[in-house]
């Protein structure tokens, strides 16, 4: 016997589903049978609809990953990965100029008082 089949079995949560929804439809008169086969039915929905969303992230993440390779190939001259940039904050420069301004002022009114 092989380990994996063509139709799998569904979960038990999808089982419940179905039967929860499938007795909440019930009409009067509706026999034990009836309800079982409408409970599957609703299950085979619900698997192909799983299967569908399934198929459907697959191909979102393969277009994705075909993107981000597409980016990660594109010339190699205009990407340097090796150049490093570091941008400097403006505000130690204008301490240290208004420190120099404040040092050169008080020696100028420093020798005019004595």
Do not use: C
């Not at 994705?64 to 190699?76: F, G, I, T, V």
């Not at 570091?86 to 301490?95: A, D, E, T, V």
């Amino acid at each position: 016997m092989s380990r994996y089949t063509k139709h799998p079995k569904p979960s038990p949560e999808t089982r419940d589903e179905a039967l929860k929804i499938a007795r909440g439809t019930q009409r009067p008169g509706q026999t034990r049978e009836q309800t079982k086969l409408i409970a599957q039915g609703i299950q085979k929905g619900i698997d192909l609809y799983k299967k569908q969303q399934k198929a459907k992230s697959r191909d979102l993440d393969r277009q994705r990953n075909k993107k981000s390779r597409e980016k990660s190939h594109l010339d190699p001259d205009l990407q340097e990965p090796g150049a490093i940039r570091y941008r400097q904050h403006w505000l130690p420069w204008l301490l240290l100029v208004i420190t120099w301004l404040v040092i050169v002022l008080y020696f100028v009114f420093f020798d005019r008082l004595s």
